[in-house]
């Protein structure tokens, strides 16, 4: 799996909130492959579902063609 940036994931999480889960148009958005941001995505999900005991009510009731809003805090860290 290739690497994806800090500044990619910030992009990749606008465009998440902007497009949906319309991969073809974030990757192309990206200059990535369809392939690559499909699995980005699903990746980072997999890993939010671990950390997660229960999603909250409002993703578990979300209908298959509404969009995701995600809502990130980043940090910078100091070396």
């Keep these: ?10 992009q990749f999480f606008k465009l998440l909130n902007a ?3 319309d991969f073809q148009q974030i990757a192309e958005c990206m200059n990535k492959s369809y392939t690559q941001v499909r699995s980005h995505f699903y990746n ?3 890993k939010q579902s ?12 979300l209908q298959k063609n ?6 990130f805090i980043v940090f910078d860290y100091v070396k």
């Excluded at 799996?1 to 910030?10: C, I, K, L, Q, R």
């Design 19 to 21: 497009y949906g889960k």
């Design 44 to 46: 980072i999900q997999v």
């Design 1 to 10: 799996m290739p690497y994806w940036s800090e500044y990619e994931n910030a």
């Design 50 to 61: 671990k950390t997660l005991k229960e999603e909250p009510q409002e993703y578990r009731s």
């Design 66 to 71: 509404q969009h995701l809003k995600f809502h």
